[in-house]
């Protein structure tokens, strides 16, 4: 197995920073987009300030369409729209693009669920002190869901973790598809078996920062 790891050195490394790019982007695409998306969904609800069932219907049928679709079937599906954006459909940087899609649909529920959370009594008390629907959202409303907003975006990290796994179907690489090509397929097992205790160690990791910033956001 040591002689695996020296040998695969390299090759370990590399994957683990594509892991991170596909990732990092993917969690970006996920705060920039997701996050309006998501406040959208709550604001356009029936009863809330921007009420708008056409929008909401619109937003909530295109969020529910992108969820709905099996990841691999999803990565397929948007290979010409990837090519089309980055001038190819194979590598990591071509990986990113429906990793970031359903980011951003994935981080856009969560963020309305958590919002969703916050006290109607809330609302309504910066509204009759004449706030602004943006002044609303962003010194009321997210103050207040800041805790389940960074535990929702915990989770949704973890889960853009996972999606990247898929990626070798397009050549993203990523640790993901190493230990497939090179423990799996190579019948190294033992070499499986250590970059799956990597992906682990990564996501404990991940987990327990982001439960430790939402336990210390939590106010209430």
Known sequence: ?????????????????????????????AVLIGLPVGTLLFLSRKGNLLENRALFSSVNLVVNMIRSFPFLLLV????????LIIGTAIGTA????PLSIIAIAHYAR???????????????????MGASVKDVV?????????????????????????????????????????????????????????VIIIMIIFVQLIQF??????????KR
Do not use: C, H, N
């Open 1 to 29: 197995m040591f002689e695996d790891l020296v040998r695969y050195e390299t090759e370990i490394g590399e994957s683990i920073i594509e892991t991170f790019v596909m990732v990092g982007v993917s969690t970006l695409a």
């Open 76 to 83: 397929v599906f948007l290979l010409p729209f990837t090519k």
């Open 94 to 97: 071509a990986a990113t693009v």
């Open 110 to 128: 969560l963020v309305e669920q958590s919002l969703l959370d916050v006290p109607r009594g809330v609302i309504e008390a910066a509204v009759s």
């Open 138 to 194: 962003l010194k009321f409303i997210y103050v207040e869901a800041r805790s389940g907003l960074v535990f929702g975006l915990t989770t949704s990290i973890i889960s853009f973790i996972s999606y990247s796994t898929i990626m070798g179907v397009v050549g993203g690489g990523g640790i993901g598809d190493f230990a497939i090509r090179y423990g799996y397929q190579q019948y190294k097992t033992e070499l499986m078996y250590y």
């Open 209 to 218: 920062i982001g439960t430790t910033a939402s336990r210390w956001l939590d």
